[in-house]
């Protein structure tokens, strides 16, 4: 101890300040910015790969060793995708299912999120619990139970038959009855003092509040509507009820080599409205935070 | 026959329980409507009777067969065909299991090798003698070995349509820069002695290339356990797995990977030999064309190599019709499988994807001798068709069977396990899965 002692006085305080910690924060920076990188290249690379390969021929894209950069960039692949295939119409199918499948599935989990966080009726545990278990259900298993019901309801080859059977996700009602949860309690009462219903003070006290969850799982739910392939493939037959996945789908080989890169041109017709999609919904997700905080 | 292992793959395994078990409620059935009886639709005089086409051609395959069904609602006007896409083979079969159930069936379908049998036992699929005879179809244009693999007690259920073989694909650039004649091995025997000649020191090039158990190994192995004299399995579906010249293809396998280390198992053959990293391999004729027009150096083909004998599967595609489509769109749908294998057709056909001719007199028109001229590399692939026969009941009749025998192979060659014990887990794990096929064949055949 005392010759620990006796170095700590022989090194002048702000000495030790001024090395030891930024020492240590430059380490913690340098980790941080390695890691970001990694997860940025893991990310990005796939991105980057598809990107690049729809203006290269196909012959470069086969070629070894692997070319970053393409040798020849050529524009013709997106002519090819676009017209080997009725883009225009999987765009116009596939708007109106994300925005209604989204659209009702936001719905739909705000007022049930609302009932199970602040509501009480008999049995709220058993009906949470019923959530949670259909939560675990993967969507493959229902797929034939689901095929049969639309079609004894005479609506395979239509937009309903696409819609209605993912309108209900029970992961959307979960997600905000928690975040529904974290709202004190304060403000819920002060709102109904002054004579709030439970409509009000759902869309004006607690849904600007929990703004961020809920842009979250309106995102997710658009982004799922959107590259959702099965089930669309198995309840339409025709081409002018196709989504645009399986637009890209239909652009691969089934039996010997696929063209690809028409099949990334392709994959960016479904990419980019996704992306800016995100670009808006970003800045919603920040907003709502400081909303928030404010108001908390 | 290419697959690349994603999500069609995820699904397809998720799927599979589900669709087996749909399935096995249609075999259930099977028992009493094994002929169903179509119903008659009295449609008016002169209008066209429209049929429904499931089909699972996508990309250039599927612009060819969208031509092809053009072609015939503009050559007559009593039939309109409507041809739908419906996803990978796979998924055209588990949506053809759904559709059964909920009554939403098409008239004629487009069945794989692995599918079409189950829903023969099903009954799913209707005779097609009768409907044949109506149009005049002659089955003695087809080529044989082709038409067999769809018939049952000498009724026609099955017509081959996209069929395809395996050849021997080798890069010309290496074999020249080898110092080895320009074809394919005669013998395994004299591939091994060449194999070390291929192959790059430092490991970045094989002389060979396998597919995974999910590109359908166990298609390609099929002619390579013919070729040792084994078999998967007999005709009575009696599992062969540890039949002693089985196991020394097998063993023959492993030593390309494990030992001789002079081939390499690959999740994307035909990459791989485009990019040249491995000097040659088998794959199906249906991807000779792609791989031609992509390659950067030239393509060879030859038959497969012997080795006590010469062995070589047919795979691909056929056409169906469906029992419960009423009678007369089954005849409109005969009409369609007609005109789409007449001699003419089944030249399109060929030149334009690749696969096999399969009319015996398309071989003779003046386009195909033409086209021989021009691509001797399919004319390869055509003169190896009458050396093939159908596979055993063990990759096509037993359900999954394909990939239960490709999973054995991937033990074999990726983790080097002994192919006797591998084999012998195989045979029975096959002889199990067989069992409630035997049982729906004995209550359909007798």
Redesign the interface.
Known sequence: MATINELEHSVKPTTVHQRRLPLSLLGWRIAGYLALIITVLIIGLPVYWTVMASFKE??EI???PVTWWPTSPTLNNFPAAWQ?APFGRYYLNSFITTFFGAGIEVILALFSAYALAYLHFPRKDLVFLLLLAALMV?V??T??PN??TI??LGW?NTYQGIIIPGAAIAYGTFLLRQAFMAVPHEILEAARVDGAGHLRILFSVVAPITQPAIVTMALLSIVSKWNE??WP??VT???DMRTLPIGV???????????WGVVMAGSLFLIVPVLITFLFAQRAIVEGMTAGAVKG | MKRTFTRREFLRLMMAGGGAAVLAACGGQSGQSTSPTAPAVVSQPGSKVKITYWGSFSGNLGEAEQAMVKAFNESQNEVEVEYQFQGSYEETAQKFTAALQANTTPDVILLSDVWWFGFYLAGAITALDDLARQVNLDFNDYEPVLLNEGVRKGVHYWIPFARSTPLFYYNKSIWAEAGLPDRAPETWAEFSEWAPKLVKSDGSRAAFGHPNGASYIAWLFQGVVWQFGGQYSLPDFTMTMTDPNTLRAAQFYQDTVVKEKWAILSPNLNQDFIGGAIASMMASTGALAGIQANATFPVGVGFLPRETNFGCPTGGAGLAIVSRAPAEKQLAAMKYIAFATNPTSAGVWARSTGYMPVRISTKQTPEMIEFFKQNPNFKTAVDQLPKTRAQDAARVFVRNGDQIIGKGLERIIVNGEAPSSVFADVNDELTKAAQPILEDLKAVEG
């Open positions: 196909t012959r086969y070629s070894l080997a993967p493959e298993i797929i034939v095929y049969l079609a004894r395979i392939f099965l493939l198995i037959n025709t081409t789908f239909w652009l691969r080989n089934s039996e010997g080599l696929s063209n």
